[in-house]
């Protein structure tokens, strides 16, 4: 079964400054697919960042960017020039590419980021 | 552009009753799904559906039933509430085709609390 692992409950970052986010995951599979959602108090879950496991290269969006390690099995999110309105729990999430039609996602426990002023 | 819409926003219960918490999409998309968020726990599936007519069990479907007769609804039904089953819950669909790294599109949750 696939399981993914947050190992970062709560971390804090200066606003302007980079922070790096952890997620590593467990699979047999070679076709998948990881995100990254954030889920400010407001509790409404966004999605922030995709990557597509086949693709070698980092998905960016902006001040976010991933690095996806497939054979370490990593995934991380990076957020630059980090600003308040970042603050959030941030939930990374593994889908498995299966038959048309079933999507079972796994999400990790979440990490909560504070940026401080 | 309404999206997913969950009711109610909030909710308590006391052990032993029952009651339907409601999602609704105007997306037409085929795939939803119902998850719970406890602390220290992330999101965990309960129950999906890939169409209507169509549902199937998740992680942790124990207490709750779902039934799907149109594209648009999806209603999570507690028949017999009990407090292991405070948790925030949230609905949540994609369109299913076409690529498959389409996102999941969240509602905003509701909080049950069952005392």
């Known amino acids: 079964a696939q399981t993914v692992t947050q190992s970062q409950p709560e971390m804090s970052v200066q606003e302007a400054e980079t922070v790096t986010l952890s997620c590593t995951y467990d699979t047999s599979e070679s076709n998948y697919y990881l995100f990254w959602y954030k889920q400010p108090p407001s509790r409404q879950m966004i999605l922030v960042i995709r990557?597509?496991?086949?693709?070698?290269q980092n998905a960016t969006e902006n001040r976010f960017s991933v690095n996806f390690q497939k054979a370490a099995k990593s995934f991380s999110l990076k957020i630059s020039d980090s600003q308040l309105g970042d603050t959030a729990m941030y939930f990374c999430?593994?889908?498995?590419?299966?038959?048309?039609?079933?999507?079972?996602?796994?999400f990790g426990t979440g990490t909560r980021l504070k940026v401080l002023a | 552009n309404a999206g997913v819409t969950q009711t109610p926003k909030f909710q308590v219960l006391k052990t032993g009753q029952s009651m339907t918490l409601q999602c609704a999409q105007d997306?037409?998309?085929?795939?939803m799904s119902w998850y719970r968020q406890d602390p220290g726990m992330g999101l965990r599936l309960i129950h999906y559906?890939?169409?209507?007519?169509?549902?199937d069990q998740g992680e942790v479907p124990n207490g709750y039933n779902v039934s799907r007769s149109t594209t648009e609804d999806f209603p999570l039904r507690l028949l017999s509430a009990a407090p292991s089953q405070t948790s925030v819950y949230f609905c949540?669909?994609?369109?299913?085709?076409?690529?498959?790294?389409?996102?999941?599109?969240f509602g905003n949750g509701t909080r049950l609390t069952v005392t």
């Open positions: 999430a593994f889908m498995k590419h299966e038959d048309p039609g079933t999507y079972k996602y796994i």
């Open positions: 990557q597509e496991a086949y693709k070698q």
């Open positions: 997306m037409n998309h085929e795939y």
């Open positions: 949540a669909s994609r369109r299913t085709g076409g690529r498959y790294n389409s996102p999941l599109h």
């Open positions: 559906s890939v169409g209507a007519g169509i549902t």
